[in-house]
């Protein structure tokens, strides 16, 4: 068992920063979590407390039911792999790869053993004899996976390990990593800022902000009902409509348009209660012509490669909406969009929470 448990942890860096704030935790024995976010909302401090190379200020750190908060990262069973790789660029990548158990005292047979297994598994076997510095990208980001596996430990921890490669090269990474985890079924906890990773990659996510977690759920829950609003602009690779309304008459007015009010939504706003209706450009259909829902102009139109990403100018508003490409409409036409049924959120107004 190597569950992964944070009570109450918070973290204040000397001079003040309070990188994680009172964080509670539990991520499940082989799961692949991922810690997304903007930069500085603490990602990187909890995966190095995680690690045991930051020392939580309060609060206490379990793996696999041991409670960790005052033991060293070595006594702690975790491999972590850092953007950079952090590879000795004076090893060969056998020695890169047998360094971490030459540290714990292993046998020379025992270690070139397991390098010749970990580099079997992952495509290195005839790179071996080479420095990291005549590896490509992609290559080295495999050595240093490659010595995190070698150490069999109970927990992964990745820092953004895929931003160093280019695009091709990182959607390739990202598939070979979830199956390499499928695999091995080792807690994984991975840091990324890149939401369309995190969506691809993790069992569940959590979308942090200023120390804390804003929103914790799987992928689907995270993309399909963000929390509130923070999150809802954070994923999706076109990003969520965020449309101000008032609630009139029983419908939600944007604009001079009117939609009509979600059921679980309606007994819990009053006439006249201000809100922030979402909806993802993915879940608007629309319909050239005059018609029910929101309307306007189309004004710009980006092609997505098989779809295209619509923008309408509804009176101040704009809104996106996306097309498959042979319905694209032309700039200067009158549109409708219409909502997908059930797919429309509704926000609170002051807080940006949203209303179930
Ligand atoms: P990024 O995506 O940019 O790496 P992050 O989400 O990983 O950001 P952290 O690196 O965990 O964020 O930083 C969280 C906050 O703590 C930031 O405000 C950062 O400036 C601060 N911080 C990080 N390391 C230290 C340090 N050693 N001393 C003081 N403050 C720090």
Redesign the pocket.
């Known amino acids: 068992m190597s569950g992964i448990d944070l009570t109450a942890v918070t973290k204040v ?3 003040g ?1 309070k ?1 994680l704030d009172d964080l509670n935790l539990s991520i499940a024995d082989g799961e692949f979590f991922a810690l997304l ?1 903007p ?7 909890l995966l190095r407390t995680i690690a045991g190379l930051e020392d939580a200020t309060k609060g206490t750190l379990s793996i696999g039911e041991r409670d960790v908060t005052r033991k060293p990262p070595g006594s702690r069973e975790v491999a972590m792999v850092f953007q950079d790789y952090a590879l000795f660029p004076h090893m060969s990548v056998a020695d890169n790869i047998a360094y971490p158990l030459k540290i714990k005292g292993r046998p020379k047979a025992e270690r070139y053993a397991k390098v010749d297994e970990v580099s079997g598994q992952l495509g290195l076997a005839k790179l071996l004899d080479r420095k990291p510095g005549a590896l490509s990208g992609g290559q080295q980001q495999r050595v240093a996976l490659a010595r995190a596996v070698a150490c069999h430990p109970q927990v992964f921890l990745f820092d953004e390990p895929l931003s160093n490669l280019d695009a091709r090269l990182r959607l390739e990474a990202r598939t070979f990593l979830k199956k390499l985890q499928r695999e091995l079924g080792v807690t994984t906890v991975f ?1 990324t ?1 890149d939401q369309a990773e995190a969506l691809a990659l993790a069992d569940r996510i959590a979308v942090m902000d200023a120390g804390q977690i804003r929103q914790l759920g799987t992928p689907r829950e995270v993309f399909s009902r963000p929390a509130d609003t923070f999150v809802a602009n954070f994923i999706g690779s076109t990003p969520m409509n965020l449309l101000p309304g008032t609630v009139t008459d029983g419908e939600l007015v944007i604009g001079d348009d009117r939609l009509a009010l979600p059921e679980p939504v309606a007994p819990q706003v009053g006439e006249g209660d201000k809100v922030v209706v979402g909806v993802r450009p993915e879940y608007l259909e629309l319909t050239v012509g005059e018609g029910p829902g929101l309307t306007g102009e189309v004004s710009i139109l980006e092609n997505l490669g098989t779809s295209t990403l619509v923008t309408v100018a509804c009176g101040e508003l704009n809104v996106g909406a996306t097309v498959p490409e042979e319905d694209e409409p032309t700039p200067g036409q009158r549109v409708h969009l219409k909502p997908v049924p059930g797919r429309l959120l509704v926000y609170r107004d002051g807080d940006g929470t949203l209303i179930n």
Request: charged letters at 5%; one cysteine or more; proline letters at 7%.
């Open positions: 860096y000397p001079g920063v990188a976010g930069s500085g909302c603490g990602k990187t401090t840091v800022h």
